[in-house]
């Protein structure tokens, strides 16, 4: 395959698991704070922005608020909703010879539906809408992908860049929420916090899950083993490296140059780690250092499969 295949498609990926990840933690956000004060709803709104790794400016004298929107509709912020959605599409066509038809269109039916938003229309725009219209157009993207398009090369690096993002995102968010909520031995939550626990479980689609596998009771233990170390949950850290390793596998020797082997032992150790170590012991030894540890290994992960797959020297290939 095509380096500049594999390139486009893998970001492609990435964009919209991010787009769907900052549209699915946004909405969350929305509903819990009908009840604070502009106080306490600032300080969410920038628990938001770093959770979503743009964290606030120190010296800033705009509202974390104005920024989360700008996260949302401004084009001109890259990682906004709307600039996920529009680099995605700009790299699927990137390589349209490449994908299904049904692809094409519903991306690019998401296309038009947020350049039909406009930043000063936001009050007026609702956004609780326009967030679920995200989290639904991206869901349907990702079934007609599977639906419709063959399980090459092709569709194997799309799950590389969903499974490297989501894991990314799941470890950044939970990395900011313990640093902020978690007490280690306390047993006796607010209540206050306890709506924090569900809507971080909401963040991550787990809520439902969650209650099934431990019932309701709320325990931040718990919920960091359901949500990092999880075999089962697709949005879990270890189910998103399971799919990055299987992927990575079932690609054929000859796309890749003689350094793609780096980027399989790195998934494999991350593998490893988050397989083989209790929750106990994570929690021991610092849960930051240990998320912190593999939002590096996901930077790592991320530098190696572009050494051995896209952006290596001609002369590499042809002497692989």
Same mark, same amino acid.
């Given at each position: 395959m095509l380096s500049r295949v594999a390139d486009s498609l893998y970001w492609m990926a990435r964009y919209l698991e991010r787009a769907e990840h900052t549209?699915?933690?946004?909405?969350?956000?929305?509903?819990?704070?009908l009840d604070q004060s502009p106080i306490t709803a600032d300080r969410r709104w920038g628990r938001v922005?770093?959770?979503l790794g743009s964290p606030l400016p120190a010296g800033d004298s705009a509202s974390a608020y104005t920024h989360v *929107?700008?996260?949302?509709?401004?084009?001109?912020?890259?990682?906004?909703?709307? %600039? +996920?959605?529009?680099?995605?599409?700009?790299?699927?066509?990137q390589v349209r010879e490449q994908i299904s038809s049904e692809m094409w269109e519903q991306l690019n039916r998401m296309f038009h539906a947020v350049k039909r938003v406009q930043y000063e229309e936001m009050h007026d725009a609702h956004p609780v809408e326009f967030l679920a219209a995200?989290?639904?157009?991206?869901?349907?993207?990702?079934?007609?992908?599977?639906?419709?398009?063959?399980?090459g090369e092709g569709w194997q690096f799309i799950q590389i860049g969903r499974a490297l993002e989501r894991a990314r995102c799941v470890a950044t968010l939970l990395d900011v929420h313990f640093n902020e909520f978690y007490v280690p031995h306390d047993r006796h *939550?607010?209540?206050?916090?306890?709506?924090?626990?569900?809507?971080?479980?909401? %963040? +991550?689609?787990?809520?439902?899950?969650?209650?099934?596998?431990y019932t309701a009771d709320l325990s931040p233990e718990r919920i960091v083993e359901f949500l990092l170390l999880n075999s089962e949950f697709p949005h879990s850290v270890r189910f998103s490296v399971d799919m990055l390793q299987a992927a990575l596998n079932a690609l054929p020797e000859a796309t890749a140059s003689k350094k793609?082997?780096?980027?399989?032992?790195?998934?494999?150790?991350?593998?490893?780690?988050?397989?083989?170590t209790p929750?106990?012991?994570?929690?021991?030894?610092?849960?930051?250092?240990?998320?912190?540890?593999i939002q590096r290994q996901c930077g790592?992960?991320?530098?190696?499969?572009?050494?051995?797959y896209i952006d290596y020297p001609i002369d590499t290939a042809v002497l692989a």
């Open positions: 549209a699915r933690l946004v909405d969350v956000h929305l509903n819990l704070m922005l770093a959770s *929107q700008a996260m949302v509709f401004d084009a001109a912020t890259r990682s906004s909703i709307v %600039s +996920c959605i529009m680099h995605a599409r700009e790299n699927l066509r995200i989290k639904e157009g991206t869901h349907l993207f990702q079934g007609v992908t599977d639906s419709t398009m063959t399980h *939550q607010e209540a206050a916090d306890h709506l924090e626990w569900i809507g971080l479980l909401r %963040s +991550c689609t787990a809520f439902e899950a969650y209650c099934k596998a793609a082997g780096r980027v399989s032992r790195l998934a494999g150790r991350l593998r490893a780690s988050l397989s083989f929750v106990d012991e994570i929690m021991l030894g610092g849960i930051h250092g240990y998320l912190d540890g790592q992960i991320h530098a190696s499969a572009y050494q051995g």
